[in-house]
C-alpha cells in the first residue's frame, strides 16, 4: 500500500520499517507499474538503498528521513544526467540544484529523474522523445505537462513526493489530470539554482504530493532564500492554522468561465462551490477578464523570448534536436523587439494593480485547475490549441506574483479527474494550504489513482493570538536551519522575516555544534543590518526555550528596522575570541551558503 509522507517519517521513526524497505518497496512499484516513459533516468537501486542505509547515521528527527522523492528532469541532480527531455542538450551536473541539495539534508532519497515536456514548454505532457507518461487515471488521457513524469510518478503511488516546476501552470494541470496535490509556491520562495530555466523570471519549482499537508511539509524544508539565486525572495513558510471563521473565497461572475464545451467539468466547479458553502466560505463575484488579459500576455507577448534566450545556442545550430512543437513555439521568441517588451512590461504593470484591488476582498480566489481534460490522440492531432485551452486559469499566475495550489474536487463516474485551484497574492502559501486541505479532506476522494483512503486530518493550531512573546532568531533556529525544532516542537509560530537596526555585528563563534553566531550590539552608526526571522511563542514556551539556551549567548532587547524592539539573541563580548567577524554577509544564512560554496 502507497504510504504518505507523514506515516513514512512515522514508521522510520518507530522502528517499524527502514528507510532502505522503504526504498526497495519504491523501485518494487515501479518494477510493478511498467511505464518506462515515467522517469528520464532512474537511478540505480543499489545507489539508493545505500543511501537509505547511511540514513541509520542520521537525526531521524530529519522531517523528510527517508522519504522517496523523484524529481523532474530540468532540475540538477548530482550523479545524474540532466535532459530538459532534450538528448542533444543533456549534461553532467557537477553538484545538486540548491532544492535538490535541502531534500536530501532534509533525509530525502532521489529515486530518478521523470519525464517532461521538452524544456518545459507545454502542460500536455506528450512532447518528449523518450515517451509519453501514462496518465495515472486513465491511460487514454494526457498525462499534463510539462511535469508530466512527476505528477504520473506520485498520482501512480510510485513515490510520496516529487518536484516539478511551473511556468504557466506546469506544476498545477498535470496535478488535477492525475487526482493529487500540486502547490506552485510564490516566486522566489523556492531557489531556482540549478534549474534549466523555460522564463527566468517567472519559472517556480513546484512540489507534487498526495496530500496538502506532505506538499507543506515539503515547502518547509525548501522555502527559504537562496543567496546564490538573483530571483530568490524571503518569504517566510507560516505554520498551518485552522479555516478562519469568515472565509471569503472569490468566484468569477456568471459568464466568465470557459469549459469549452465540457459540461461534466462545469458541472464539477459548481459542486465545488457548493461543497465551499457547505464548509461555511462566502463566496464573492470577481471580474476575471483582467487575468484573461494577463494569460494572454504570456504566449502573445514577449515573455516567450525568454524560451528562446534560455536555449538560444542550441535551437539556432541545431534546430532538428528539438521536439517540432517546441521548436515552433520556442523560435516564435527570437524576433520580439524591445518596443514590444516595453508596451507588455507596462500593460503587465497596469494589469498587477487592478489585481492587488481585486484580491484585497477575500482571502482566496478560486477557479478550475483546467477547464477540460483531452486524450493523447486528441492533443497529437491539435497540439497548440488545445494545450492554450488547458492553460486557461493557470497562465496568469506567475506573471502576477501570485502563489496557487491545486486540489483534488472530484472524480466522474467515467474516471474523469477534476481539481480546483486556491490562488492568492505571493507570500501566502500557508493561508492557502490551512483552508485547501480542509476542502480536500471533505472531498474523501482516494490519494491519486492509489486506492488509499485519505488519512485523517492532523489537528494545527487557531492563528496565533497577541499573547505570545516574540523572539528575533538569528542563527541555528532559522527556518530551515538545524535548531529550528526546538522552536517548532515548542509550538513557536514564524511572524516575520526581517532586519535589525544598523546597529549590530555578527560573528561566527569559535567551536560550536552545530555553527552558531553571535550578534553583538555596537554604537549607532557603526554595525549594520542583519537578516532575522522573528518567532512567537507562548509565555510558557519562551520560558523553556531561554532556559535551554547555552552560554555564551543570551537573550537581550533586540530593535529591528522599523524601530519595533523584541527579545532575540546576543553575545557577550569576552565569548569573540577567536570568532570570524560575518557582518559583511548581512545574515547567517548568506554566510553558511558561502561556506558550502567554498566546501
Keep these: ?52 542505509v547511511a540514513l541509520a547515521a542520521k537525526d531521524p528527527s530529519l522531517p523528510l528521513y527517508g522519504v522517496p522523492v523523484a524529481v523532474k528532469d530540468n532540475i540538477d541532480v548530482a550523479g545524474l544526467p540532466t535532459t530538459a527531455a532534450c538528448p542533444a542538450f543533456a549534461y553532467q551536473p557537477a553538484q545538486d540544484s540548491t532544492a535538490v541539495a535541502r531534500l536530501r539534508a532534509a533525509g530525502a532519497i532521489v ?33 499534463g505537462g510539462s511535469s508530466s513524469g512527476s505528477a504520473v510518478a506520485v498520482g501512480a503511488g510510485l513515490v510520496p513526493l516529487s518536484l516539478g516546476t511551473d511556468t504557466a501552470g506546469s506544476g498545477r494541470v498535470p496535478a488535477m489530470l492525475n487526482n493529487i496535490v500540486g502547490l506552485k509556491p510564490s516566486l522566489g520562495l523556492i531557489s531556482s539554482t540549478g534549474l534549466v530555466p523555460a522564463c527566468r523570471t517567472l519559472d517556480c519549482i513546484s512540489i507534487f504530493a498526495l496530500t496538502v499537508d506532505d506538499a507543506v511539509a ?66 464573492i463575484e470577481v471580474d476575471i477578464e483582467p487575468l484573461y488579459e494577463t494569460a494572454r500576455l504570456l504566449y502573445e507577448g514577449p515573455w516567450v523570448a525568454e524560451r528562446y534566450l534560455a536555449i538560444r545556442e542550441l535551437i539556432d545550430s541545431t534546430p532538428d534536436a528539438l521536439h517540432p512543437v517546441t521548436r515552433q513555439i520556442t523560435l516564435g521568441g527570437k524576433t520580439v523587439s524591445a518596443a514590444d517588451t516595453f508596451a507588455a512590461l507596462y500593460r503587465l504593470q497596469a494589469l498587477r494593480k487592478i489585481a492587488d484591488q481585486t484580491f484585497a476582498g477575500f482571502d482566496a480566489l478560486v477557479l478550475p485547475t483546467a477547464p477540460t481534460i483531452y486524450t493523447v490522440d486528441q492533443v497529437l492531432a491539435d497540439p497548440i490549441t ?57 472531498t474523501a476522494l482516494p490519494l491519486g489513482a492509489t486506492g488509499k483512503p485519505q488519512p485523517a486530518l492532523a489537528a494545527v493550531k487557531a492563528a496565533p493570538t497577541a499573547e505570545g512573546i516574540n523572539i528575533a532568531v538569528v542563527g541555528a533556529h ?73 552560554q555564551p549567548l543570551s537573550i537581550g532587547t533586540i530593535t529591528l528596522a522599523d524601530g519595533t524592539m523584541v527579545k532575540g539573541f546576543l553575545v557577550e563580548p569576552a565569548a569573540l575570541d577567536g570568532a570570524r567577524d560575518i557582518t559583511h554577509f548581512g545574515g547567517w544564512r548568506a554566510y553558511m551558503a558561502d561556506l558550502a560554496k567554498v566546501g
Design 386 to 442: 488545445l494545450n492554450s485551452r488547458l492553460g486557461t486559469y493557470t497562465n496568469f499566475v506567475n506573471l502576477l506574483d501570485l502563489c496557487g495550489l491545486a486540489v483534488p474536487a472530484s472524480i466522474g463516474a467515467n474516471g474523469l479527474p477534476f481539481g480546483i485551484t486556491l490562488l492568492a497574492p505571493g507570500g501566502r502559501d500557508a493561508e492557502l494550504a490551512s483552508i485547501g486541505r480542509i476542502f480536500h479532506a471533505d
Design 1 to 52: 500500500m502507497t504510504e504518505t509522507i507523514a506515516e513514512i517519517v512515522a514508521a522510520h521513526r518507530a522502528g517499524t520499517a527502514t528507510p532502505a524497505q522503504t526504498v526497495a518497496r519504491c523501485y518494487q512499484r515501479i518494477r510493478a507499474h511498467g511505464d518506462p516513459a515515467i522517469f528520464i533516468t532512474l537511478r540505480d537501486e543499489a545507489d539508493a538503498i545505500a543511501e537509505a
Design 111 to 143: 529515486i530518478g529523474k521523470t519525464n517532461l515536456d521538452q524544456f518545459a514548454t507545454g502542460l500536455v505532457g506528450v512532447r518528449s522523445p523518450y515517451g509519453i507518461p501514462r496518465n495515472a487515471m486513465r491511460a487514454d488521457l494526457v498525462p
Design 218 to 283: 515539503a515547502l518547509r524544508v525548501l522555502g527559504y532564500p537562496d543567496p546564490n539565486d538573483a530571483y530568490s525572495r524571503e518569504r517566510p513558510v507560516a505554520p498551518l492554522t485552522t479555516k478562519p471563521d469568515r472565509l471569503k473565497l472569490g468566484v468569477p461572475r456568471s459568464g466568465q468561465l470557459q469549459f469549452f464545451g465540457d459540461q461534466q467539468a462545469e458541472a464539477a466547479y459548481a459542486a465545488a462551490l457548493q461543497r465551499w458553502t457547505r464548509l461555511g466560505a462566502e463566496l
Design 478 to 550: 532559522l527556518s530551515g536551519m538545524a535548531l529550528n525544532s526546538e522552536l517548532t516542537n515548542l509550538d513557536g509560530t514564524l511572524m516575520s522575516a526581517t532586519e535589525t537596526a544598523a546597529d549590530y555585528k555578527l560573528y561566527a563563534l569559535k567551536g560550536t555544534v552545530p555553527p552558531k553566531p553571535g550578534m553583538l550590539r555596537v554604537a549607532t552608526g557603526a554595525g549594520a543590518a542583519i537578516a532575522v526571522e522573528v518567532w512567537t511563542l507562548s509565555p510558557a514556551a519562551f520560558g523553556r526555550f531561554v532556559a535551554a539556551i547555552p
